[in-house]
């Protein structure tokens, strides 16, 4: 029962948080985001597959 409240409560902290963001950065904050995640998993990919090859 507790572990579920907390899952909310987190669950809204981050709703808020969410919505706090967009509020100061506008739509454009969204487009930002999504391609800095897009970058970071590219980055990721690239380091994942050097790793590979030193092996």
């Known amino acids: 029962?507790?572990?579920?409240?907390?899952g909310l409560y987190f669950r809204n902290f981050c709703v808020i948080s969410f919505l706090n963001v967009l509020k100061k950065s506008g739509s454009s904050g969204i487009i930002n985001m999504m391609v800095e995640i897009h970058n970071g998993q590219e980055m990721m990919k690239k380091i994942n597959k050097n790793i590979y090859y030193r092996q």
């Open 1 to 6: 029962m507790i572990k579920s409240k907390e």
